[in-house]
């Protein structure tokens, strides 16, 4: 199955986030199919990119986002 999640990415301490899709088989911090955005909530007020046009392709083609995820494409104005 294809899901929409968080990959950490960043420092030790310094952490941010790649919204990406991956095969849920993959570890969550390993290989991935597509980027699809970034988060960063180390910084004030917090970072998030997200392309609205490829979270609604692979939404459409039938990729599940996390909790995490949708939560995060929802505060980005997405609908899902």
Same mark, same amino acid.
């Given at each position: 199955?294809?899901?929409?999640?968080?990959?950490?990415?960043?420092?030790?301490?310094?952490?941010? !986030?790649?919204?990406? *899709?991956?095969?849920?088989?993959?570890?969550? &911090?390993?290989?991935?199919? @597509? /980027?699809?955005?970034? !988060?960063?909530?180390? *910084?004030?007020?917090?970072?998030?990119?997200? &392309?609205?046009?490829?979270? @609604? /392709?692979?939404?459409?083609?039938?990729?599940?986002?996390?909790?995490?995820?949708?939560?995060?494409?929802?505060?980005?104005?997405?609908?899902?």
């Amino acid at each position: 199955m294809v899901k929409i999640r968080l990959r950490r990415d960043g420092a030790k301490g310094n952490p941010y !986030y790649t919204l990406v *899709v991956a095969d849920s088989r993959y570890p969550a &911090d390993g290989r991935f199919i @597509e /980027k699809i955005g970034v !988060y960063n909530p180390m *910084v004030e007020p917090n970072v998030l990119n997200v &392309d609205k046009e490829k979270v @609604e /392709k692979w939404i459409k083609n039938g990729a599940k986002p996390t909790d995490t995820a949708k939560a995060l494409i929802k505060k980005a104005g997405i609908e899902i």
